[in-house]
């Protein structure tokens, strides 16, 4: 028997028959046509269903996202939390960390304290900075890439005073005095967003070819910072800048660039923070007058520029035997940096001239430093030959004196003093 619906069907082929009869042959000849163009619309139209092949270029490299907007907290007091990081957790501390840390407790009973460790300091900028906070999420990307503890350092620095605001002080770096000394009784709170200080007040090397980038230098191992400051970010896409640029040059992933000593300084640590701030003051200064070094040069009291409150050399840098920085006794003295942390250069090591060592070691006295340039001026001056002879003599007098010195260290004492 057959179905209703075959094609063998007799009501089939007599209903197609009629409607056959009932069009006209031009119509029926024009709806192939008309429904191929109502699906070629349909396409156009509906082109976002249709997946897209991504080129070559952004399969490896993430876009720029759009941060959610954020106002800068600029009004008001600056949050009470004090920030550290170290590698390990407080209750795993040795006791001189955990002597110097519990200062900045003690002096400051009413603030927030927190550390962030090599174990969650990952999780925080991606908390903060990812797709649920600031959707920065290249920052992420840039924070996870690098590999060099002290370039990670100095961005988790930057990024949690983005973030949250507050006080920032490296691990080794002691409290003297409450952070409610930071800010003279002169001045109001709400005019200020930053509270630095000054680190290296040599301009007189501002030249110098090793020295140079290094002379003029705010301090960034204790800062005071209020939220999502425009600065904080722009600090961060510099070194996100700097660091993209190097690995090109080096043709490798940023998690293997291989930087030294100054590199570090310019790039991320205090040269970086300095020339971040000095651009960012000029940007919000009102009468257009530029603001350089030369402001902040001998500076013997607080100075307010810009929002940022600049305090002198003693405040967060005394003791350094330079920059006429005082000592951890004097009154403005506000904390005393221990270095016991400060470790890092080990791998990104100084210049070390083979015969005359680093010039660093003049602590920036000027005649040792005219001295020091004098002699590599004049090495450079001898044959090959007589450079490597003089090299080759001074390494067999080193190790005879490094074989005196371990010949006079005395013994250690068998029967322990009670």
């Given at each position: 028997?057959?179905s209703?619906i075959?094609p063998?069907?007799?009501?089939l082929a007599?209903?197609?028959?009629k409607?056959?009869?009932?069009?006209?042959?031009q119509?029926?000849?024009?709806?192939?046509l008309y429904l191929t163009c109502?699906?070629?619309?349909l396409?156009i139209l509906?082109?976002d269903?249709?997946?897209s092949?991504?080129?070559p270029?952004?399969v490896?490299k993430?876009?720029?996202?759009?941060?959610?907007?954020?106002?800068?907290?600029s009004a008001?007091?600056f949050?009470?939390k004090?920030?550290q990081?170290w590698?390990?957790?407080?209750?795993?501390?040795?006791?001189?960390?955990s002597?110097?840390a519990?200062?900045?407790?003690?002096?400051n009973?009413?603030?927030?304290?927190?550390?962030l460790?090599?174990s969650?300091?990952?999780?925080?900028v991606?908390?903060?900075f990812?797709?649920e906070g600031?959707?920065r999420?290249d920052?992420?990307?840039l924070y996870?890439?690098?590999?060099?503890t002290?370039?990670k350092?100095?961005?988790?620095?930057?990024l949690?005073?983005?973030?949250?605001?507050?006080?920032y002080?490296?691990i080794d770096?002691?409290a003297l005095?409450?952070v409610?000394k930071f800010i003279?009784?002169r001045?109001d709170?709400?005019?200020?967003?930053?509270?630095?200080g000054?680190?290296?007040?040599q301009p007189?090397f501002k030249d110098h070819?090793i020295?140079?980038?290094?002379?003029?230098s705010?301090?960034?191992w204790?800062?005071m910072?209020?939220?999502?400051l425009p600065?904080?970010l722009?600090l961060?896409?510099n070194?996100q800048e700097?660091?993209?640029d190097?690995?090109?040059?080096q043709?490798?992933?940023?998690?293997?660039v291989v930087l030294?000593?100054?590199?570090?300084?310019?790039?991320?640590?205090p040269?970086?923070?300095?020339v971040a701030i000095?651009?960012?003051?000029?940007?919000r200064r009102?009468?257009?007058a530029a603001?350089?070094?030369?402001?902040f040069?001998d500076?013997?009291?607080?100075?307010?520029v810009?929002?940022?409150l600049?305090l002198?050399?003693?405040a967060f840098a005394a003791?350094q035997?330079?920059?006429?920085s005082?000592?951890?006794?004097?009154?403005?003295?506000?904390v005393?940096h221990h270095?016991h942390?400060?470790?890092?250069p080990?791998r990104h090591?100084?210049?070390n001239?083979?015969?005359?060592?680093?010039v660093?070691?003049?602590?920036?006295?000027v005649?040792c430093?005219r001295?020091?340039?004098e002699d590599?001026e004049?090495?450079?001056?001898?044959?090959?030959?007589?450079?490597q002879?003089?090299?080759?003599?001074?390494k067999?007098l080193?190790?005879?004196?490094?074989?005196?010195?371990?010949?006079?260290?005395?013994?250690p004492n068998?029967?322990?003093v009670l």
């Amino acid at each position: 028997m057959n179905s209703p619906i075959s094609p063998l069907s007799p009501r089939l082929a007599s209903t197609t028959a009629k409607f056959r009869n009932r069009v006209p042959t031009q119509v029926r000849r024009t709806i192939a046509l008309y429904l191929t163009c109502v699906c070629v619309l349909l396409l156009i139209l509906n082109t976002d269903i249709i997946p897209s092949v991504p080129s070559p270029s952004r399969v490896f490299k993430r876009e720029k996202p759009i941060q959610k907007p954020v106002e800068p907290s600029s009004a008001g007091a600056f949050p009470k939390k004090i920030w550290q990081t170290w590698k390990i957790d407080p209750f795993s501390f040795e006791e001189r960390d955990s002597t110097t840390a519990k200062t900045w407790t003690t002096k400051n009973p009413d603030y927030r304290y927190e550390i962030l460790t090599d174990s969650n300091d990952v999780t925080y900028v991606e908390q903060h900075f990812g797709p649920e906070g600031f959707n920065r999420l290249d920052f992420v990307d840039l924070y996870r890439s690098v590999s060099a503890t002290i370039i990670k350092a100095d961005l988790l620095r930057y990024l949690i005073m983005y973030a949250e605001g507050g006080v920032y002080a490296d691990i080794d770096v002691e409290a003297l005095k409450p952070v409610h000394k930071f800010i003279p009784e002169r001045y109001d709170e709400a005019d200020i967003d930053m509270v630095i200080g000054v680190e290296i007040d040599q301009p007189g090397f501002k030249d110098h070819k090793i020295l140079g980038k290094k002379s003029q230098s705010f301090c960034q191992w204790t800062f005071m910072a209020k939220p999502h400051l425009p600065v904080m970010l722009r600090l961060v896409e510099n070194i996100q800048e700097w660091l993209t640029d190097i690995a090109k040059k080096q043709n490798v992933p940023i998690s293997d660039v291989v930087l030294d000593f100054d590199e570090v300084i310019s790039g991320t640590g205090p040269s970086a923070f300095t020339v971040a701030i000095l651009d960012d003051m000029n940007k919000r200064r009102k009468d257009g007058a530029a603001i350089t070094w030369d402001d902040f040069h001998d500076l013997d009291e607080s100075k307010l520029v810009s929002g940022v409150l600049i305090l002198d050399v003693e405040a967060f840098a005394a003791g350094q035997g330079h920059s006429d920085s005082g000592n951890h006794n004097a009154r403005g003295a506000l904390v005393k940096h221990h270095y016991h942390a400060s470790n890092w250069p080990s791998r990104h090591p100084r210049f070390n001239h083979p015969m005359y060592g680093e010039v660093e070691k003049c602590n920036w006295d000027v005649e040792c430093v005219r001295k020091w340039d004098e002699d590599v001026e004049t090495f450079k001056l001898f044959p090959p030959d007589e450079q490597q002879k003089r090299i080759d003599e001074k390494k067999f007098l080193d190790s005879q004196q490094l074989d005196l010195n371990t010949d006079q260290q005395p013994e250690p004492n068998p029967f322990p003093v009670l």
